[in-house]
């Protein structure tokens, strides 16, 4: 028997229950309808999981289809940005659609909808039009320009479509009602005069059809069956309606309305992460610590650990914050089985082994992962002079630090046991190295005596490693909603939310690796090389996460879902 789990969130009942109907003759089609006025974040992965997991699931169709009837904020990069971050999620939507494509036959709907009686070319300013539409305790005014003859209404429409007139001197509005307590349905505008040449079309129109008339008809025209969207646009969903019944359009979606993602410590509206660039708080559109899909993605995200993400939120119509410790869990969850382990240390201490040969280099062998032997092994080099962390070493340590201190014996990673015997300073009394032994009789970590050694470090062979910057990313704001008590948002960016360690010692072999494909740093969290800056020789690796949630404990009551 079909658990509640089983059958799903809300939209998916509701497209059984369609199938079981035979509406629209048991088809399934969604769309997800990008504007391309800026890079997508992770609350679009959401509106992108949700309809093309719909249509997989059903045996359907997705559209990737660009709702691009703006020209003035489109740009082809934002274009070419979004399709190649829907294939990276992991998505196939073959040729992708535009809204532009249709332009010739909105521009005849529009047409049907004079002929019809129910649109006519307003001549009012956009202030007295804004002035006639009321507000939410009053109704509007007609406008006189509203009963002006159907051939008048063609004839000014078409002259609107030759360039005759300038922007804002006339708009082409939908025939609704004035006085309806939805202010969308009190005669929107349709059509308006842009003279802006667009990405696809260039300089063929000066007019351009606006976003509600575009998208519904684009939806129609594609043969949509569910229209998925977020929920600021239900008060919308009357005039999609309404555009759909009075048209004759081969058919009429359902749109359905769902909860938009928040997630706390950051924002996910284009026009905030806009600012944030555009203000220089962050490196860019892609600068890792953004929510942008861009920007998680060269941080190290994987597209697995999204789409996971976005199957445990669920989809439902109440609006809530879902936290950051949750998207950080999914990522651990998938780098911890995936990512290969290697050593590097970050803030290198020196340490130089006195009974160990000079000259001498010795090769060593190293699990790729130690749970997983088909991840197989590398080969590591050790000598007489190598890094450990500072953190890893006290001059007077407590009783229970089970690390490196005067006289104490800690193991090394895959190597050999060492025991500090000597602490070197500088004249202003810092550590600048340690000198130690090593028992030969402990290679590869073994101890044949059985003694017990607590300490476990990761280090790197000086003579043979890589000198890298690593940054340290954490959360963007101070606050759990940036948002919240009308402050200005910019108010709660954390100052820490970078920090950039120069002269880090990195294993060698990570000088062959690509960007994006993350490593764990044994013991230090997860990391893969920047996509953008450093070079070959001195790279730049980020950290994508750390091993534990530091932040928050995971429990029921903090997902809120
Ligand atoms: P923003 O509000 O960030 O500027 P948008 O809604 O204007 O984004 P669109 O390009 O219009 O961006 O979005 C495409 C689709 O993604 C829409 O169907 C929208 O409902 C959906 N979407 C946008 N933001 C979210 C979110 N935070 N959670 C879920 N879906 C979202
Ligand atoms: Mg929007």
Same mark, same amino acid.
């Given at each position: 028997?079909?658990?509640?789990?089983?059958?799903?969130?809300?939209?998916?009942?509701?497209?059984?229950?369609?199938?079981?109907?035979?509406?629209?003759?048991?088809?399934?089609?969604?769309?997800?309808?990008?504007?391309?006025?800026?890079?997508?974040?992770?609350?679009?992965?959401?509106?992108?999981?949700?309809?093309?997991?719909?249509?997989?699931?059903?045996?359907?169709?997705?559209?990737?289809?660009?709702?691009?009837?703006?020209?003035?904020?489109?740009?082809?990069?934002?274009?070419?940005?979004?399709?190649?971050?829907?294939?990276?999620? /992991?998505?196939?939507?073959?040729?992708?659609?535009?809204?532009?494509?249709?332009?010739?036959?909105?521009?005849?709907?529009?047409?049907?909808?004079?002929?019809? /009686?129910?649109?006519?070319?307003?001549?009012?300013?956009?202030?007295?039009?804004?002035?006639?539409?009321?507000?939410?305790?009053?109704?509007?005014?007609?406008?006189?320009?509203? #009963?002006?003859?159907?051939?008048?209404?063609?004839?000014?429409?078409?002259?609107?479509?030759?360039?005759?007139?300038?922007?804002?001197?006339?708009?082409?509005?939908?025939?609704? #009602?004035?006085?309806?307590?939805?202010?969308?349905?009190?005669?929107?505008?349709?059509?308006?005069?842009?003279?802006?040449?667009?990405?696809?079309?260039?300089?063929?129109?000066?007019?351009?059809?606006?976003?509600?008339?575009?998208?519904?008809?684009?939806?129609?025209?594609? /043969?949509?069956?569910?229209?998925?969207?977020?929920?600021?646009?239900?008060?919308?969903?009357?005039?999609?309606?309404?555009?759909?019944?009075?048209?004759?359009?081969?058919?009429?979606?359902?749109?359905?309305?769902?909860?938009?993602?928040?997630?706390?410590?950051?924002?996910?509206?284009?026009?905030?992460?806009?600012?944030?660039?555009?203000?220089?708080?962050?490196?860019?559109?892609?600068?890792?610590?953004?929510?942008?899909?861009?920007?998680?993605?060269?941080?190290?995200?994987?597209?697995?650990?999204?789409?996971?993400?976005?199957?445990?939120?669920?989809?439902?119509?109440?609006?809530?914050?879902?936290?950051?410790?949750?998207?950080?869990?999914?990522?651990?969850? #998938?780098?911890?089985?995936?990512?290969?382990?290697?050593?590097?240390?970050?803030?290198?201490?020196?340490?130089?082994?006195?009974?160990?040969?000079?000259?001498?280099?010795?090769?060593?062998?190293?699990?790729?992962?130690?749970?997983?032997?088909?991840?197989?092994?590398?080969?590591?080099?050790?000598?007489?002079?190598?890094?450990?962390?500072?953190?890893?070493?006290?001059?007077?340590?407590?009783?229970?630090?089970?690390?490196?201190?005067?006289?104490?014996?800690?193991?090394?990673?895959?190597?050999?046991?060492?025991?500090?015997?000597?602490?070197?300073?500088?004249?202003?009394?810092?550590?600048?190295?340690?000198?130690?032994?090593?028992?030969?009789?402990?290679?590869?970590?073994?101890?044949?005596?059985?003694?017990?050694?607590?300490?476990?470090?990761?280090?790197?062979?000086?003579?043979?490693?890589?000198?890298?910057?690593?940054?340290?990313?954490?959360?963007?704001?101070?606050?759990?909603?940036?948002?919240?008590?009308?402050?200005?948002?910019?108010?709660?960016?954390?100052?820490?939310?970078?920090?950039?360690?120069?002269?880090?010692?990195?294993?060698?072999?990570?000088?062959?690796?690509?960007?994006?494909?993350?490593?764990?740093?044994?013991?230090?969290?997860?990391?893969?090389?920047?996509?953008?800056?450093?070079?070959?020789?001195?790279?730049?690796?980020?950290?994508?996460?750390?091993?534990?949630?530091?932040?928050?404990?995971?429990?029921?009551?903090?997902?809120?879902?």
């Amino acid at each position: 028997m079909e658990t509640e789990i089983n059958k799903g969130h809300f939209i998916e009942t509701i497209i059984r229950e369609d199938i079981a109907n035979n509406k629209n003759q048991g088809r399934v089609a969604t769309r997800f309808p990008p504007e391309p006025n800026g890079y997508l974040h992770i609350g679009h992965a959401k509106s992108i999981c949700l309809n093309f997991n719909m249509a997989g699931k059903f045996n359907g169709k997705c559209n990737l289809r660009f709702d691009d009837s703006n020209p003035a904020k489109e740009k082809q990069v934002y274009i070419d940005s979004i399709r190649s971050t829907v294939n990276w999620l /992991g998505f196939e939507f073959g040729t992708p659609y535009y809204a532009s494509d249709y332009f010739v036959r909105l521009y005849e709907f529009a047409l049907e909808l004079i002929k019809k /009686g129910k649109a006519y070319v307003c001549s009012l300013s956009p202030d007295e039009i804004r002035e006639y539409r009321g507000t939410l305790t009053e109704p509007g005014k007609n406008s006189p320009f509203r #009963d002006r003859s159907v051939e008048e209404n063609l004839d000014l429409f078409s002259r609107m479509k030759a360039g005759e007139f300038e922007e804002g001197r006339h708009t082409l509005r939908a025939k609704i #009602d004035m006085a309806s307590p939805n202010i969308n349905l009190r005669d929107p505008i349709i059509y308006r005069v842009k003279k802006a040449s667009h990405p696809r079309t260039g300089n063929t129109w000066c007019i351009y059809p606006m976003y509600d008339f575009t998208h519904s008809l684009s939806d129609a025209l594609e /043969g949509i069956t569910h229209s998925l969207c977020s929920l600021e646009f239900e008060d919308h969903r009357p005039l999609y309606d309404w555009i759909l019944d009075v048209l004759s359009t081969p058919c009429h979606p359902q749109q359905i309305e769902f909860a938009r993602l928040n997630i706390n410590y950051t924002v996910l509206s284009k026009r905030k992460l806009q600012r944030l660039v555009e203000e220089g708080h962050v490196g860019g559109w892609d600068d890792p610590r953004l929510p942008t899909l861009e920007g998680i993605r060269r941080r190290g995200y994987t597209p697995e650990s999204i789409r996971k993400f976005c199957e445990l939120i669920g989809v439902s119509r109440k609006e809530s914050r879902v936290d950051m410790g949750l998207l950080e869990s999914c990522l651990r969850d #998938d780098l911890n089985e995936r990512a290969p382990r290697v050593m590097a240390v970050l803030r290198p201490l020196k340490i130089t082994i006195e009974n160990y040969p000079e000259g001498m280099t010795e090769t060593l062998e190293a699990a790729n992962h130690p749970q997983k032997e088909d991840m197989g092994k590398r080969q590591i080099t050790f000598s007489r002079e190598i890094f450990i962390e500072q953190d890893d070493f006290m001059e007077n340590p407590p009783k229970k630090f089970f690390r490196l201190g005067p006289g104490r014996e800690v193991r090394l990673r895959y190597a050999y046991l060492v025991t500090c015997k000597e602490v070197v300073k500088d004249e202003n009394g810092h550590i600048t190295e340690l000198i130690c032994t090593y028992d030969p009789a402990t290679k590869g970590g073994n101890t044949p005596d059985g003694r017990k050694v607590k300490g476990t470090l990761h280090w790197v062979n000086a003579k043979d490693c890589l000198d890298a910057t690593v940054r340290l990313y954490d959360r963007l704001f101070k606050d759990e909603n940036p948002e919240q008590d009308k402050q200005d948002f910019i108010e709660n960016l954390n100052p820490a939310s970078l920090e950039e360690l120069k002269g880090c010692k990195l294993e060698k072999s990570l000088s062959q690796i690509l960007p994006e494909k993350v490593y764990q740093f044994e013991r230090m969290g997860y990391f893969c090389l920047d996509s953008k800056e450093g070079t070959k020789d001195h790279p730049v690796f980020n950290r994508t996460v750390t091993l534990k949630d530091t932040w928050t404990r995971l429990s029921k009551t903090e997902i809120k879902i």
